[in-house]
């Protein structure tokens, strides 16, 4: 699968951005767990959130817990992320990501390895 993510831009801190992830190709989307990593300048990619194939499992790094929201349209192939209260510390490179397996616990979500297709990356920039 091919994963396209968009969305991304300059904020001021405190505001909110909705990124946006299209696949195409590969498998039925539903198949899928999808999932938002980022990675700032010098510092190692950060689990962000993931979703289970069907919506029902939902898991949040600790840095943005109750601030951003994943959600997914199987119909349109889509996932986003919706970025809310945004802070300087947010600002990085966020990729989306899909697991072949399409279901995921809160371990095991955080590993890169465990998805197998990357998107090329959208910058967020959180000014201060």
């Known amino acids: 699968v091919q994963l396209q993510a968009s969305g991304g831009g300059l904020v001021q801190a405190g505001g909110s951005l909705r990124l946006s992830c299209a696949a195409s190709?590969?498998?039925?989307?539903?198949?899928?767990?999808l999932g938002w990593f980022r990675q700032a300048p010098g510092k190692e990619r950060e689990f962000v959130a993931v979703?289970?194939?069907?919506?029902?499992?939902?898991y949040y790094g600790d840095s943005v817990n109750g601030r951003f929201a994943i959600s997914r349209d199987n119909a349109k192939k889509m996932v986003y992320l919706q970025m809310n209260s945004l802070k300087p510390e947010d600002t990085a490179v966020y990729y989306c990501?899909?697991?072949?397996?399409?279901?995921?616990?809160?371990?095991?979500?955080?590993?890169?390895?465990?998805?197998?297709?990357w998107g090329q990356g959208t910058q967020v920039t959180v000014s201060s």
């Open positions: 190709g590969g498998r039925t989307f539903d198949n899928y767990a």
């Open positions: 979703i289970s194939w069907n919506g029902r499992s939902i």
């Open positions: 990501a899909a697991d072949s397996y399409g279901i995921v616990d809160d371990i095991s979500a955080r590993r890169l390895d465990e998805y197998d297709y």
